[in-house]
């Protein structure tokens, strides 16, 4: 599928591949979801027998692909904007729009860039006027973590300064290579990317929601075509349960 960034996931009860003929229940998921989406569709898998295949993508591209009338089943955006547009368009199923998680907006700087006597705790201004040649930044038309963190730099009035600075992902995902590989010094991420990138790479972030933008209302929807939708929705009452709870906190959601 054009715009679909990553590769897909298929599992079942046991954890191992099953073959493309069981037809698995398909879910559109936005990059941020990378981190901790596969220990969420084992659990689920392990537990209802129902395999499951993942895209990911940024929110936007991915609901560019359902109104193209792709074959996904349900749809994790990482904000509420995109769901709720494709239901008002009879897309996806409106009862089914709900929160599965709130996410975190973080600055995310190199290290070896960070002042001394500062803690190692990055800030925004940090970004103006110091050795922070590249910032790495989703794309805002398509990712709603880059329009949060557009949103955030335009609060503190840092837009116009720093844009020549900016370097545009299409997704999170690309976002964390640029800042993994060091393309960019800096960059804006979900919580649950910077902690998987802080394992990775020489790196500290803080984090920016609620102080500088709100919290990110991630909203899930199943798709209107959909041949497979009481997998779906139980896949969703999966996402609403404790055991999830527990997992998306456990990577920086709240």
């Known amino acids: 599928m054009a715009g679909v960034l990553a590769v897909g996931i298929l599992l079942q009860g046991t954890g191992t591949p099953v073959r493309a003929s069981e037809d698995p229940l398909t879910v559109a998921a936005a990059a941020d979801l990378i981190p901790v989406l596969p220990g969420l569709v084992r659990k689920f898998s392990e537990k209802n027998h129902i395999p499951v295949r993942v895209s990911y993508g940024s929110s936007g591209e991915l609901a560019l692909e359902i109104r193209h009338r792709a074959p996904f089943d349900l749809f994790l955006s990482a904000d509420a904007a995109f769901p709720e547009s494709l239901a008002l368009e009879g897309r996806v199923l409106g009862d089914s729009v709900k929160t599965y998680a709130t996410g975190v907006l973080v600055l995310w700087v190199s290290r070896s860039l ?129 055991t999830a709870r527990t997992l998306l906190e456990s990577h920086g959601y709240h």
Not at 124 to 150: E, F
Not at 204 to 220: G, I, R, T
Request: charged share 20%; glycine share 8%; with cysteine.
């Open 114 to 242: 960070l002042p001394s006597g500062t803690g190692k705790v990055p800030t925004l201004s940090m970004l103006s006027g110091s050795p922070v040649k590249k910032i790495a930044l989703a794309n805002p038309r398509l990712a709603p973590y880059g329009r949060a963190a557009l949103q955030c730099l335009r609060s503190r009035k840092l837009w116009a300064e720093l844009r020549g600075k900016v370097v545009y992902g299409n997704s999170l995902a690309q976002v964390a290579q640029y800042l993994e590989t060091g393309s960019a010094d800096a960059g804006f991420l979900s919580g649950a990317q910077a902690i998987v990138l802080s394992r990775h790479a020489k790196g500290e972030y803080a984090l920016l929601s609620p102080d500088c933008v709100p919290f990110l209302d991630q909203k899930m929807a199943i798709v209107t075509r959909s041949r497979h939708i009481r997998e779906a929705r139980a896949f969703e009452d999966f996402l609403l349960g404790e």
